[in-house]
């Protein structure tokens, strides 16, 4: 057990560190991009950034835990681009939230910017569409091989679905023009991702939980 937690340590530190880099590379551009004012708190530049930084999160922690659990090199690699690329994205929200001196939680519900806030959580610890549970967190930590493989591809297609339709709604609403692209740029990404995870089920004679 101590060896697990020691390399979870070792590798969350250094996607810290990445995702830290990058979050003041960009800062700069992000207050210039914004004309020169704030966006507010109750905006959807802001809470996008508050959200996706929280769903991101439950994207790299899914993503360690698959990669202790198999040893097959093609979902061990995903689970390595999803995590460095969610950390690092998730850098840049939560510097772009201290760069305008707004706070990283609110007292709305998740999604109150997309009109959603009385629908976005869920049942057992689920606070976003497409979110794990705390019980499907549980049990991809207790399977191994073929099995965790096939539940950490379903919990990742959900949980990218659900990504896209947030970034979709930044896409559309966000005002600071490097968030928006950055948003843009996640819709293509996941759902990149969400076929090629389609693919892989196949492989292991699955289907994603929803079509």
């Not at 201290?98 to 998740?110: E, F, H, M, R, Y």
């Not at 996640?186 to 939980?209: C, F, N, Y």
Request: charge should be negative; aromatic fraction near 4%; charged fraction near 20%.
């Amino acid at each position: 057990m101590s060896r697990h937690v020691g390399w979870i340590a070792g590798a969350a530190a250094a996607v810290l560190v990445a995702a830290g880099a990058i979050t003041y590379a960009v800062a700069e551009d992000a207050g210039s991009d914004s004309g020169g004012g704030t966006p507010a708190a109750d905006s959807a530049d802001a809470g996008f950034a508050r959200d996706m930084a929280v769903h991101h999160q439950q994207a790299v922690e899914m993503s360690y835990i698959v990669r202790d659990r198999t040893s097959d090199p093609e979902v061990r690699r995903l689970a390595y681009d999803i995590a460095q690329t969610q950390a690092n994205q998730r850098g840049m929200l939560l510097g772009w939230l201290d760069l305008w001196g707004l706070p990283k939680v609110s007292a709305d519900p998740p999604m109150t910017w997309m009109g959603m806030g009385d629908m976005a959580s869920g049942e057992d610890g689920a606070l976003m569409p497409g979110m794990a549970t705390d019980s499907e967190m549980r049990k991809l930590g207790e399977l191994n091989g073929k099995r965790a493989e096939v539940f950490y591809l379903q919990l990742m297609t959900d949980h990218h679905k659900g990504g896209v339709h947030m970034a979709e709604g930044c896409a559309a609403k966000c005002t600071v023009g490097v968030e928006k692209k950055l948003a843009q740029g996640m819709v293509e990404a996941q759902q990149s991702e969400i076929r090629l995870m389609a693919d892989m089920l196949r492989k292991r004679g699955a289907t994603p939980r929803s079509q």
